[in-house]
């Protein structure tokens, strides 16, 4: 670990993230100050006090840039702005600079594989022609058969349908996303160049860090002819070879090697983290090289069935490719784009975890008092690893997913982009509900709302959950304070050993960190074998089962509990 002062005399650990706890916030759905129904920058900063209570070391914003809000902001117009329906550029300062005051590091989310259609680049490109220089900072192809009657490639939309979209006179534009999300090209240097210099204004600007959006689709392979991908319906890479024309090639670490140098001319060192899905885990660890963006993330936990061996195998995989990467594990239940953990984790095993809910009733029955149950157990156990762990505004609520949005409320493309198939996102991004007695659940004075709240948001707002003895805030709140001592480490060092044959039984999955702490997460439906054997006595820190005491001696573990424990 290295620490740094800089010329005022402050004292920077620059490798603060290694231990963080990150707090993504979807600021849409967040705190809305001003009351038009969409969360903004002055409800975040009104809520700081609110972040620093709960004991968040940093916070991560996702898109808040001008957008026509095709793709919830990840279509952005203008990366150097703030969204006016979020706030001004003032107000971002004004943010960075208060959540600095308040120990609270600031990181933005950078959205480089793709523009919003309305970008200046864009509209230039379509009015210059495909042929253009200026369309050379997209990917324009010409359409295959008579007269370019078919897309130039099988390359398949994220969110359904061809990524080619015609523009005339049989001349295509790639977008991996929605339509209103051209892809660059990152051939261009021009477009790495432009990048760079919106990473040096954020950096300048006093951010902390930043997660890269789509960071394994950057650098296709556009040689001429294009080639076809092998099954086309696979989202993501299909081979731990590189070889794919769009995902995950070699030559998109060239590009964050770039980014590194800029952000290590920072003191501390700019942090960055990769959204890189693969199902090929020791590549994605290859963008969390100490001389690339540094961290990654590993989304194993949350796709993970509530099942011991699962997250036994997922666990030690994260954590021993980190280790090897010179990196720290990261651990996330959830975020902006799958269905929330206090819905997903009351799935039975083997039904269906996609991402995306399905729209036509095929939703597999939920258990809502088990996927409660499960989500505060599964905090414990992201919690009490060591490494980054991100949680996502309402995860300490343990507010459920909303199944419940109509078709005319929707707003996510998946939608539309999947002939009504998948629901989508949405789901998970209802504003939050605060106060129970207010409208909109105190989201704001007003009570609109971008998505509608239902009626059940009441019972998890967070000004009765921060006051009710044993609720899922309190979990939350306790388990990040307790991290400081048990689980976090200055140095940087995040092992821990299984512990499961030092446990009669070995029912419960079990791990010690070098601070003498023991986890034990009981995965099963039954009261877990006795804590015996040669091991130590242990006496509860912490419990996802609020009738097990703190303080008292653990002999055994409820079902579907993670409790947190030190030797008597
Ligand atoms: C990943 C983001 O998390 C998601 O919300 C977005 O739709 C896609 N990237 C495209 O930007």
Same mark, same amino acid.
């Given at each position: ?213 789509? #960071? ?43 980014? %590194? ?21 020791? %590549?994605?660890?290859?963008?969390? %090289? ?126 539309? %982009? ?44 967070? #000004? ?78 912490? #419990? ?25």
């Amino acid at each position: 670990m290295s620490v740094h002062t800089d010329i005022r005399g402050n004292v920077h650990n620059e490798a603060w993230w290694r231990d963080a706890v990150i707090y993504q916030i979807y600021p849409r759905s967040f705190f809305d100050a001003n009351g038009d129904g969409e969360g903004d920058i002055t409800g975040i900063i009104k809520k700081l006090g609110y972040l620093r209570h709960l004991g968040v070391d940093a916070i991560w914003l996702s898109p808040f840039y001008p957008s026509p809000m095709a793709d919830g902001g990840y279509d952005v117009a203008d990366y150097c702005d703030v969204d006016c329906r979020f706030g001004t550029l003032s107000q971002f300062d004004e943010l960075v600079h208060k959540a600095h005051a308040a120990d609270i590091k600031v990181i933005v989310d950078i959205v480089p594989n793709h523009t919003s259609n309305v970008h200046p680049w864009f509209k230039e490109a379509l009015a210059q022609g495909p042929e253009s220089a200026a369309a050379s900072r997209y990917v324009f192809r010409r359409g295959r058969g008579r007269d370019g009657q078919l897309p130039p490639t099988n390359w398949l939309s994220n969110f359904g349908g061809s990524a080619w979209e015609p523009c005339g006179d049989g001349w295509y534009y790639l977008h991996l996303f929605a339509k209103e999300q051209p892809d660059l090209n990152w051939d261009s240097r021009e477009v790495r160049d432009e990048f760079l210099r919106i990473l040096k204004f954020w950096c300048d600007r006093g951010v902390d860090g930043f997660r890269i959006d789509v #960071s394994h689709g950057l650098a296709k392979d556009l040689s001429t002819p294009l080639r076809d991908r092998v099954d086309p319906t696979v989202m993501g890479p299909q081979a731990a070879d590189g070889s794919d024309p769009i995902w995950d090639r070699d030559a998109v670490h060239a590009i964050y090697r770039e980014w %590194r140098e800029l952000f290590n001319r920072y003191n501390p060192p700019k942090y960055a983290i990769g959204e890189s899905w693969s199902p090929f885990t020791p %590549r994605i660890f290859q963008y969390a %090289r100490q001389d690339e963006l540094g961290a990654v993330f590993d989304f194993s936990l949350s796709k993970a069935y509530w099942d011991r061996e699962e997250y036994r195998t997922s666990i030690g995989r994260t954590h021993d490719f980190a280790v090897e990467a010179g990196t720290s594990p990261t651990w996330v239940l959830g975020n902006h784009d799958v269905p929330r953990a206090a819905s997903r984790l009351g799935l039975p095993i083997g039904a269906s975890i996609n991402t995306w809910v399905t729209s036509n009733g095929t939703i597999p029955r939920i258990d809502p008092d088990m996927a409660h149950r499960r989500a505060r157990a599964a905090a414990l156990i992201m919690l009490g690893l060591p490494g980054t762990a991100f949680v996502y505004q309402g995860e300490e609520l343990g507010l459920p997913e909303d199944f419940d949005l109509t078709p005319d409320e929707i707003q996510d493309p998946n939608w539309e %982009r999947s002939g009504h198939r998948f629901k989508g996102r949405d789901g998970c991004r209802v504003p939050l509900p605060w106060n129970a007695q207010d409208p909109a659940f105190g989201f704001n004075t007003t009570g609109r709302s971008w998505l509608p709240q239902p009626e059940w948001f009441a019972r998890y707002a967070e #000004s009765s959950e921060e006051h009710t003895e044993g609720s899922t805030w309190q979990l939350y709140r306790d388990a990040l304070e307790l991290r400081h001592r048990w689980v976090a480490r200055a140095d940087g060092d995040v092992s821990f050993e299984w512990v499961n044959d030092a446990l009669r039984g070995g029912l419960p999955l079990a791990w010690r960190l070098p601070s003498g702490m023991t986890v034990l997460a009981n995965f099963s439906h039954e009261e877990a074998s006795e804590v015996s054997g040669d091991y130590p006595a242990l006496q509860v820190l912490l #419990s996802s089962d609020p009738h097990l005491e703190q303080g008292s001696q653990v002999s055994v573990v409820p079902p579907n509990t993670a409790v947190w424990c030190c030797e008597r």
